[in-house]
């Protein structure tokens, strides 16, 4: 079996809601991140501790989650504002918040798992693997759960004597994927050709570098300006970037003509975009003849204005990128392949983790403690004052 090959799914798979078993609720000790109406993630986040979840039904596994991250579009979903919606959850406890009575959102969509338990007829999968969600929306803030073997990607923890981190197995979904299939899906670069992206140091923009410098492809890299850019510079170049500037040097018409030199006259045919607004619109100018721009971001919660000449008279194209939706339309085979070739850039040393912080919700902790830890995470994320991808590390409750 390929080490990143989908469970199988000819396996039996028990259809419905894969959920908690009351006829064998244990002492409480999981714990998810949940919320019953969509608002504020400052306000209506909680952490919620129910039983233990039972051994696994046939056709099910257990998993406890080993990291997951929160993402920019996760805040989103909280907030009502993303497309993708979690399905609401009533098997967490039997009566109260988690129930039938008042069931929950469990937040997360991306997230690495460790198989605990493997109920009969699961094929494939054994106790210790580690897995990723491709269901979205899955409701990875959570210490454990149960799921469906149709909900998973194996991934594997050591490839060619290359053990995969955690950090890199809990973020493999959504960024490195996104940035992969970006350079390889609108058009084809040629090693020595370029690219032009902003949210330069965003985990995707930092993927993008270095898969982009793996194949010996250029960049030309945009970050907002701030106190540290030199220490910021540094760091994109150290990832691979061959050119990192702020947004403010976009209004320098002699730019242009330094892409010409450094792209000897062919110009810039892709440009990736995260950020949306007027800074984008100068960004789209940066590119040359039948240049692509690609949107799959609008951090700065701006519209997108395009400029009509390049339409005319340099052929741009503008597209969309969803990973969700690449996920929906290719099949596990795909699916499997590029976590194998982003697996593969990682053994060789060629795809490092982003900048993160790993926040631990610890099993000690209460219900109340842990919400409140949640909440300012989502202040300080709402503030932009971590700088860094940070990672949720939910613990089982311990009983004493
Ligand atoms: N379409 C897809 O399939 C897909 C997949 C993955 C991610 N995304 C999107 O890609 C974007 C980046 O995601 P990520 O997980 O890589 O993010 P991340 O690591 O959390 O980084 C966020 C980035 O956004 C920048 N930013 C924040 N507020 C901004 C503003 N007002 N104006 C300009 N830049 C701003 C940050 O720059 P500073 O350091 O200057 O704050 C940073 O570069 C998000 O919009 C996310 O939803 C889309």
């Known amino acids: 079996m390929s080490l990143s090959s989908r469970l199988a799914s000819s396996c039996l798979v028990r259809r419905g809601a894969p959920g908690f078993s009351t006829s064998a609720l244990r002492a409480a000790s999981n714990r998810a991140v949940v919320y019953t109406k969509n608002g504020d993630p400052t306000s209506v986040l909680t952490a919620l501790t129910h039983p233990k979840l039972p051994s696994p039904p046939p056709s099910t596994l257990n998993i406890k989650f080993l990291l997951a991250p929160i993402n920019p579009a996760d805040i989103n979903v909280v907030e009502g504002v993303y497309p993708a919606k979690p399905q609401l959850t009533s098997s967490l406890t039997q009566s109260g918040l988690g129930s039938a009575d008042t069931p929950v959102y469990v937040g997360g969509n991306e997230g690495l798992a460790e198989v605990t338990e493997v109920g009969s007829g699961v094929e494939g999968v054994k106790k210790g693997d580690w897995v990723i969600m491709t269901r979205p929306q899955a409701g990875t803030w959570s210490s454990n759960k149960n799921v469906s073997p149709r909900e998973l990607l194996k991934v594997p923890r050591e490839l060619d004597g290359f053990k995969l981190d955690e950090v890199s197995g809990a973020t493999i979904t959504v960024n490195p994927a996104t940035a992969y299939n970006m350079i390889h899906d609108f058009t084809t670069l040629q090693e ?46 150290s990832l691979g970037a061959t050119t990192v500037l702020t947004y403010d040097e976009l209004a320098d018409k002699s730019l242009r003509g330094k892409i010409k030199e450094w792209t000897d006259g062919k110009g810039i045919r892709l440009g990736l975009n995260c950020v949306g607004g007027k800074d984008t619109t100068l960004m789209t100018q940066l590119l040359g003849q039948d240049g692509h721009l690609v949107t799959y971001g609008a951090m700065s919660k701006q519209p997108l204005s395009l400029p009509t000449p390049m339409f005319i008279f340099k052929n741009l194209q503008a597209h969309g990128f969803w990973q969700s939706r690449w996920y929906q339309q290719r099949g596990p085979a795909e699916q499997g392949e590029l976590m194998k070739k982003l697996v593969q850039f990682m053994s060789k040393g060629q795809l490092s983790p982003p900048e993160h912080e790993i926040v631990t919700i610890g099993g000690h902790e209460s219900d109340e403690t842990a919400t409140q830890k949640v909440r300012e995470i989502m202040s300080k994320l709402a503030a932009g004052r971590f700088g860094k991808k940070v990672l949720l590390r939910m613990e089982e409750v311990s009983s004493d």
């Open 192 to 237: 020595g050709d370029w690219l032009v992206q902003n949210g330069a140091n965003s985990a995707v923009g930092q993927a993008v570098i270095q898969i982009a410098a793996a194949k010996g492809i250029k960049t030309l890299n945009f970050v907002r300006n701030r106190d540290n850019f030199s220490e910021l510079k540094a760091q994109l170049t």
